[in-house]
């Protein structure tokens, strides 16, 4: 897994990784099926009602609006 900067933007994937795979083992959940890294975006919708998981990949210019929005949280 490639490393950025620690105030680079573009390392955010890697660290939501990395946290979500730690946040798994810490609390002894098994990870049974993973779809991390690589240059798509992902948005995640979970089911408290029956633990479900689905997941839609999305596309760059959807990332781009994303990446700009959150940008703005950083400052």
């Not at 029956?50 to 959150?70: L, N, P």
Request: net charge positive; charged share 25%; aromatic share 10%.
């Amino acid at each position: 897994m490639k490393t950025g900067g620690g105030d680079n933007f573009s390392c955010v994937g890697e660290v939501n990784t990395r946290f979500i795979v730690e946040f798994l083992v810490t609390d002894g959940i098994p990870l049974v099926s993973a779809d991390l890294g690589g240059n798509v975006g992902r948005v995640i919708f979970f089911s408290s009602e029956d633990f479900s998981v689905h997941m839609k990949k999305i596309g760059r210019t959807r990332q781009k609006k994303i990446a700009q929005t959150e940008k703005g949280f950083w400052k």
